[in-house]
């Protein structure tokens, strides 16, 4: 069972991190977006390992399900030949390289020096049965404002987009 | 013997996915590859928050998650209105020639 979990979890982590690299190098949307479809669906197997059984739907329905296929239909409205310009990456790049990995470094330290304190508990089969369940509780008792203040959120996101998308404004 | 992996571990995958995020956000020129890598953040700081919410025993991790998630739908929903709009107006999309703010 450790050895599955160990074994389930280095694949995964494996299978996200490659992708998200492809992700970011490739030159064609299309392949961009696949691969993000990709590490999407790794991390919802790593929620599953961390029996967030809910998450792991939400993931898979909401991000891959429905804004990775808004993404995807995007770029296919958008498709021009700008996928294939010579560049790609805009010039500030080593800048950036150096900064994102001076800002990664420090947050390298501070886990690095603060691993000792962190444990997971073993895995409780009462909880672990009832995810969902708990999921709603916490959702509609403790968290119903922002939960109401997320749909409020949403519709102005669909208003927004709707506005933006028209074709007068 | 343990049968969980240790906590930093999942750690180290969220902050390998942020940093490659953040690089994306950075170096690329195609906005739509910047929304995706934003996407690709967001999903850093959700096993963060997972992974956390396991740690203690609550479930306050997953529901902060889910409304990272909500926002992450709102803000690609937005953000590629934006961008469909921008498109029809200019015919690009690279981010270095959106500078009609800079005039």
Redesign the interface.
Known sequence: ??AL??IL?FFL?AL??VS??L??TRRN?VH??VY?IT??LA?AG??L????E??FV??VI??VG??MV??VF??M??N?D??L?R???????FV??V???A??AQ??LA?WMG?NS???????AS?AAK?TE??G???FQ??ML?FEI?SI??L???I??????K?R? | ?????????????S??????????V?????V??I???I??IL?AV??NL??F???W?S??G??F???V??????????G??????F??NR??????EMDMLKW
Do not use: C, K
């Not at chain 1, 962190?118 to 409780?124: G, T």
């Open positions: 069972m450790a979990n160990s979890f982590s996200a991190v998200a690299i992700m970011v949307i961009g977006a993000l590490t999407l991390t790593i929620f390992l961390l029996q967030a809910f998450l939400v993931q909401l991000y429905g804004i808004l993404f995007v770029i409205l958008v021009l700008v996928s310009l560049f790609q990456f805009n010039g500030q790049r950036a390289g900064l994102a990995l800002l990664s947050v390298f886990i691993r962190l444990h997971l508990p073993e895995p409780a909880i995810n708990a999921v509780d916490a959702l403790r968290f922002p997320a959120l949403l102005v996101a669909m927004g987009a709707v506005v933006m998308a074709r404004v | 013997m343990n049968a969980t992996i240790p906590t930093d571990y999942y750690l180290w995958l902050l390998a996915l942020f940093t490659i995020g953040v690089i994306g950075l170096t690329r020129r195609n739509i590859i929304l995706m890598s996407e690709l999903n959700n096993i997972m992974v919410s396991r740690m025993g479930v306050d997953q529901v998650a889910i409304f998630i909500t926002d992450a739908a709102a803000e690609a929903a937005v590629l209105g934006i961008i469909l709009a498109f029809r015919e690009t999309l690279l981010a270095d």
